[in-house]
């Protein structure tokens, strides 16, 4: 059995010593509020520079980029879907964003990777339901491929933390 761990903690996510952190962007990928703010203050300038030249990012793609003054030496970039009540594939996106972001880190090499709770700020997603589909997908994902040995839900308050609890505690 390969040995993988999905953790939950609660903290910064630009804090985490781990090879790649998720970042929750727009599709101008040119910084905003929330974590992508966060992460573009401590990655410093260079991010932006290597953002330009990205031209974007689609919803539910992700792209990549160097970590510069993080702790992580990568980051990737994926746009969530804004919540619009539900019946414009804001579920089959959020789970696109999961899946092509974990895809993205194998392909690099990265064996410990950070997510935040895409979506669930700005851009309203459901809390519960954006965690259920960040569980499913992970842990899918980690069933077919071995070489990702650590995965972390960065939660940014004690109340996302406790969802993210319960619904990995519930199967
Ligand atoms: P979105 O636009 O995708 O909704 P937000 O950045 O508004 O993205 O929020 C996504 C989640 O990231 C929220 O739970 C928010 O509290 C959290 N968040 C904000 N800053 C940080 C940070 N520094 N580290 C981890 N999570 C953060």
Redesign the pocket.
């Known amino acids: 059995m390969p040995d993988q761990a999905i953790l939950v903690v609660e ?4 804090k985490q010593e781990v090879e790649a952190v998720v970042n ?1 962007a ?1 599709t101008s990928l040119l910084g ?5 703010g ?2 573009h203050r401590a990655a410093g300038p260079e991010l932006l520079a290597e953002c330009r030249t990205l031209q974007g990012c689609a919803t539910g793609d992700a792209k990549l980029t160097r970590g510069y003054r993080l702790p992580a030496s990568w980051i990737i970039h994926t746009v ?1 879907p804004v919540w619009h009540g539900g019946a414009q594939h804001e579920d089959e996106l959020l789970a696109r964003c999961y899946r092509r972001s974990l895809a993205l880190a194998t392909k690099t090499g990265i064996r410990t990777l950070a997510f ?10 459901p809390l519960e339901r954006a965690t259920r589909i960040a569980v499913r997908e992970v842990r899918a994902f980690l069933e077919e491929n071995y070489s990702l040995e650590r995965v972390l839900f ?4 004690r109340n ?1 933390r406790d969802c993210y609890q319960k619904v990995l505690a519930e199967c």
């Open positions: 903290g910064d996510i630009t929750a727009n905003g509020g929330g974590v992508d966060a992460i969530g935040p709770a895409i979506s669930t700020g700005v851009y309203g997603f960065v939660c940014f308050d996302t």
